[in-house]
């Protein structure tokens, strides 16, 4: 199954990150597994009357770029689950994720998959210099290297989480985000409205929502052509994003994708070595690559 949710954010925030950049060069320790704690399923989700990009909160947009991409260094906390039904088919993976990223480009992540039913685990690091990027399975004791923009492209690359995905992104070039920072809020503002104008040949969808008696603004993109829609859940109160969605049918299969954000932390730079991977003496080194999966 080819899902491909980064490629589907790069290709809808396109025009946006363009714009408030003014530039077109914008293109840990493991966590013991827990209870899930996502939304309900976007169906039970209350919600209010869908609009555009006309509708979309603007200054809470603002806060929530000043708040996930302003620092060079962050430490991003989330839960993954992925559902999918196909005939004679059906599976529920959770996977916890912690992920440490850089810019430009740097990431440490840690990926741990649980079946509740089972209490099997899989656990995974994947780690990138910016150059270079390395999947070390630490349960299987074997590793495997790629160009960073050879793992950019994988399926794997979402299970880093999107907002980490999102943040590394924006972070392409950090010389735009510095020149960002120095805006105010209602520069930046400004610059949110500029950029969505005219709104109402956008393609973004917006919504206020309520998930556990907390009021959201969501934002969503719909891929008809590869039968996609992602959906991000800004907090009206916090001006953070957290919870992401992914659903569509891809080859018959039925899917949906839930992430929660636990926590997204700015951070003091850390030294670059701690984005190189050095092998534990005993892994191996597979030779036709490394897929990231649940067991």
Known sequence: MQLRPIA???????????????????????ATPRPRQLPASP????????????DLDTRLAAQVIRNSIFDRTYNTRSII??????????????????????APGQFRSEIIFADANTQNQSKYLVTSNGEQTWIYDKIGDRYASMSY???????????????ANLGLMLQADFSDIEAMRQLSEAQLVMVLKDTIAPCQASELSVALQTINGQSYQSFG???????????GFMNRQTGKIDYFTLNGNNDGMD???????????????????TFEFIPPATAQQAEEGISIGAF
């Open 43 to 54: 169906n039970l989700i209350s919600q209010g009357a869908v609009g555009n990009a006309c």
């Open 221 to 231: 993109f719909e891929d008809k052509a590869e039968g996609f829609t992602m959906t």
């Open 81 to 102: 689950t992925i559902q999918g039904s196909s005939p004679g088919l059906n599976f529920d993976v959770e996977a916890q994720v912690t992920t440490l990223t850089q």
């Open 149 to 163: 923009e050879g793992f950019d492209d994988s399926d794997d690359s979402f299970l880093m989480g999107f907002m």
């Open 255 to 273: 899917f949906q994708l839930n992430e929660k954000t636990i926590s997204r932390t700015a951070m003091a730079e850390v030294a670059a070595t």
């Open 8 to 30: 589907l954010i790069r290709a809808s925030l396109a025009g946006l990150i363009v714009a408030i950049s003014g530039s077109s060069s914008l293109a840990l320790t493991e």
